[in-house]
């Protein structure tokens, strides 16, 4: 008997000790953070990214992966005073009433609640779809960034021209008076042919005709001369001059007037030149075919400057004017570029291309520019300053049009944005960014997913009528069947079976 007295005596003592080791070695490191915590009511837990996000246990939030943080009754700070997010304070707000703001710190006169500070780089404060993102996984899905700037240059247009001929430095040949050609000097089309240069002769009775009157209105001059009637003199004179201008108006030149008075026979086969030097674009001048005054016997045309027309749509039509320089590059030699300015612009819209018309002018030296081939015009318009991104940082769906934002430590948030024009590797963006802020330019995409994939997450999370989806920990109840009726209360329940 006192044997198992002892022995009780000896188990008893070795529980005391080993129950104050445990009692050291689970409570003694942690004892002063325990003791802070003693005697303070948990009311929730919450995202410390997404605030709005509440559970009645702890775990992990579905939107981001964070561990869930505890709020007190006595609206105290879960984490402690070095983990505190720096930055600059935007504002004050209620823990308990986020709606409540104020610029100044203090206590809501409302609910009595000290006011805790809204820090520019606080992820509580950062919109609904903001991710975190490692600099190792950025790195790895090649994430790049930029800087939202108020730019001002040079926007491009580019069109498509056709070169044509300059209308102004076109030349028709033909006679004023009947006649058959004699000799062709030139005999093909796509000759070049000089200023001045003989094109061919014509033989016409009427043009021979005339010369004769003028040499007859000669003879009546000298003989007048030796007349003593008064006003003789000066009717001959009279009468040559008007068979002169006879010869001038039917486009003799003075060379040719000259060549008849001074050897006193009239010219058989008139010669005629041509007026512009040019390439013959039409030629309808054959030996031995008679002519008259409406026949183009050649079509000349001074290719030293060209006229192209380009299609401009009608969207970007208010950004061209008259007297505008452009740049014209053939498609085959890039390296290579003429100048041209607009000097006139059509007044109606092609209907079925929705273009508009715009004339320039340009040089062209060593006829590189043909007529009826294509050419890329490129017309430069300045622009006022604007806020712009780089064209890779704006990902475009649609009409959503969406820029990631940085925020530093891996926070990205979504924002969406209007964009205006583009101007060059450039997009205007109208609202939803200001100059200065940090922007992803690169991996956007990739990014863009992650991002909606967590949104999804965090708006499943927070609908009512979801069990399980408030806490991640909690599965969902699965519905029960309804119970199955008996084949007796089937046919009872059938229309016309009452009673039977």
Not at 27 to 40: H, L, Y
Request: proline share 7%; hydrophobic share 35%; net charge neutral.
């Amino acid at each position: 008997m006192k044997i198992l007295k002892t022995i009780l005596v000896l188990v008893l003592l070795a529980a005391v000790f080993f129950g104050g080791y445990a009692y050291k070695s689970w409570f003694g490191s942690s004892g002063t953070a325990n003791t802070a915590a003693v005697g303070r009511k948990i009311l929730y837990y919450v995202d410390p990214m997404h605030p709005a996000y509440k559970s009645d246990k702890p775990g992990i939030a579905p939107d981001c992966g964070m561990k869930l943080e505890p709020v007190y009754a006595d609206g105290g700070a879960a984490a402690a005073a070095s983990t505190q997010p720096k930055g600059k304070i935007l504002y004050y707000r209620d823990p308990q009433n986020p709606n409540f703001k104020s610029d100044k710190p203090g206590l809501n006169p409302e609910s009595g609640n000290e006011l805790e500070p809204v820090r520019e780089n606080d992820p509580s404060n950062f919109p609904m779809g903001t991710i975190q993102i490692s600099s190792e996984k950025q790195q790895l899905i090649g994430v790049k960034y930029g800087t939202v700037e108020m730019t001002s240059g040079g926007q491009t247009l580019r069109a498509v021209g056709k070169v044509t001929y300059d209308e102004t430095r076109l030349a028709h040949v033909h006679t004023k008076y009947e006649g058959w050609i004699d000799k062709v000097y030139v005999d093909f089309i796509g000759k070049l042919v000089q200023k001045g240069q003989p094109l061919l002769t014509i033989y016409s009775p009427d043009l021979l005709a005339s010369q004769q009157e003028l040499l007859l209105a000669v003879k009546a001059k000298e003989v007048m001369k030796k007349s003593t009637l008064e006003g003789v003199i000066d009717q001959s004179e009279t009468l040559f001059q008007a068979a002169k201008r006879r010869l001038e108006l039917w486009d003799l030149s003075e060379a040719q007037i000259q060549q008849v008075l001074a050897t006193g026979q009239p010219i058989k086969n008139i010669t005629l030149y041509s007026p512009i030097g040019g390439y013959v674009l039409e030629r309808k001048a054959f030996s031995q075919v008679k002519v008259m005054p409406d026949t183009d016997l050649y079509t000349v045309a001074d290719l030293s400057r060209v006229w192209i027309m380009a299609d401009v749509f009608e969207y970007e039509a208010p950004n061209i004017r008259v007297g505008q320089t452009a740049r014209v590059t053939l498609s085959y030699e890039k390296n290579r570029s003429f100048l041209a300015k607009v000097n006139y612009i059509q007044p109606q819209v092609d209907p079925m291309t929705r273009t508009l018309k715009v004339r320039l002018d340009a040089g062209n030296p060593g006829i590189a520019l043909k007529p009826d081939m294509y050419v890329d015009v490129t017309f430069t318009v300045d622009s006022a300053l604007a806020l712009t991104v780089p064209s890779g940082a704006v990902l475009q769906a649609g009409d959503k049009n969406t820029v990631f934002v940085g925020h530093g430590d891996g926070y990205l948030e979504p924002r969406d944005v209007t964009i205006g024009e583009q101007k060059g590797d450039r997009i205007t963006i109208l609202k939803g960014l200001k100059a200065g802020e940090r922007i992803v330019t690169s991996g956007n995409f990739l990014i863009d997913s992650e991002s909606q994939l967590k949104a999804a997450a965090s708006g499943m999370g927070g609908m009512p009528g979801m069990p399980g989806m408030s806490n991640p920990e909690t599965p969902a109840k699965p519905p029960k069947p309804p119970a199955a009726k008996s084949d007796a209360k089937k046919m009872a329940d059938m229309p016309g079976m009452e009673g039977k």
